[in-house]
């Protein structure tokens, strides 16, 4: 049984004059326990609307997510509460995750307060346990935000997820505000934690090397629908959609120039012009005017679901091309 599903999920912003943007259309998704799942995507594509539609922060205009067989759409504040000690997050800004003004410490004695463990001793206790995990020392505590490195902030970031003993973890970008030479030790990190404590994530990233270190799975996202999903050597070996194909190319091209800068940029200038906007979508299938294989067919008409594979599918008229 999956710990996380998806079933059509649905979030659009108001954009003025009527319109709408299209942020998360339809999604649906599975995440198996102790599976990683990795979504990746140009920014702009939903992925970030998609976290926060699951963490529940923003909420879905229709469709449904469950989490451990618990409808979570639409909880009350009460129950949202609860969520949170088996649902949390990293994201991407190490930096502005902590309150600038206080030292470490009450940052993180804060989340066991409110769930209500009222022993200091207690969560201390807590707090000692997940700071050993993360490989950090206990004076830490001690500082301000300012006075740490990007990658030890990154720590207490995952370290305070993990004060509450989640099950599941979404990260958003989690390594890419960090210098290159501490995204690795991040990454092995998660992997290290996510084996010792059975978590179940959700990996965002733009990445497609920190994807492939990573996950399991991985979901393709463009213009807030899911276009390709398959186990990840599948992915990595036999894409199916042109936008996974590109994307690979543009990352594997990259890899073999500098891998140190790899940029989203980069990445946007190798595909046929920018995405486009989520406001008004194109019709007929989302990426056909960037797409290099794009026919009649496919300015008109929605490519429905195939599936190459037992375990693998994608949205193209012309994925067995
Ligand atoms: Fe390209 Fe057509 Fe496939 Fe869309 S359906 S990805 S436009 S070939
Ligand atoms: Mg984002």
Redesign the pocket.
């Known amino acids: 049984q999956p710990l996380l599903t998806l079933d059509r999920v649905v979030k659009h912003f108001p954009a003025g004059r009527g319109k709408r943007v299209h942020s998360v259309d339809g999604v649906s998704l599975e995440v198996g326990k102790g599976e990683v799942l990795g979504l990746v995507g140009e920014s702009g594509c939903g992925k970030s609307t998609l976290a926060r539609t699951i963490l529940q922060a923003v909420t879905a205009d229709s469709g449904h997510i469950t989490l451990d067989g618990q409808q979570i759409t639409g909880l009350k504040a009460r129950d949202l509460k609860a969520l949170r000690r088996t649902m949390q997050f990293v994201f991407q800004d190490p930096y502005g995750a902590f309150d600038p003004k206080m030292r470490l410490g009450t940052s993180l004695h804060a989340p066991l307060r409110h769930h209500g463990m009222k022993d200091q001793a207690e969560r201390a206790a807590r707090i000692a346990e997940m700071l050993a995990k993360v490989g950090l020392e206990e004076d830490m505590l001690e500082r301000f935000p300012r006075e740490c490195s990007g990658g030890q902030l990154q720590r207490l970031v995952i370290a305070r997820a993990l004060l509450l003993k989640p099950k599941f973890l979404i990260c958003d970008e989690p390594t890419s505000a960090l210098d290159a030479s501490i995204r690795a030790q991040i990454l092995n990190l998660l992997v290290a934690l996510k084996d010792q404590l059975d978590l179940t994530l959700v990996l965002i990233s733009h990445d497609l090397r920190v994807v492939r270190y990573l996950c399991d799975r991985v979901a393709v996202m463009y213009l807030g629908q899911i276009?390709e999903e398959a186990p990840r050597e599948e992915l990595f070996t036999n894409p199916r959609?042109?936008?996974t194909r590109v994307l690979l190319a543009a990352s594997l091209a990259e890899e073999q120039h500098d891998p140190a800068h790899h940029t989203e940029a980069d990445l946007v200038t190798r595909l046929k012009g920018e995405p486009p906007s989520p406001i008004d979508p194109p019709p007929?299938?989302r990426?056909?005017p960037r797409?290099p294989?794009?026919?009649d067919?496919?300015h008109t008409t929605t490519?429905p679901l195939a599936w190459p594979g037992d375990d693998h599918s994608t949205?193209?008229?012309?994925?067995d091309r």
Do not use: E, I, K
């Open positions: 276009v959609h042109p936008y007929g299938c990426f056909h797409c294989l794009a026919q067919l496919c490519p949205t193209c008229h012309f994925w």
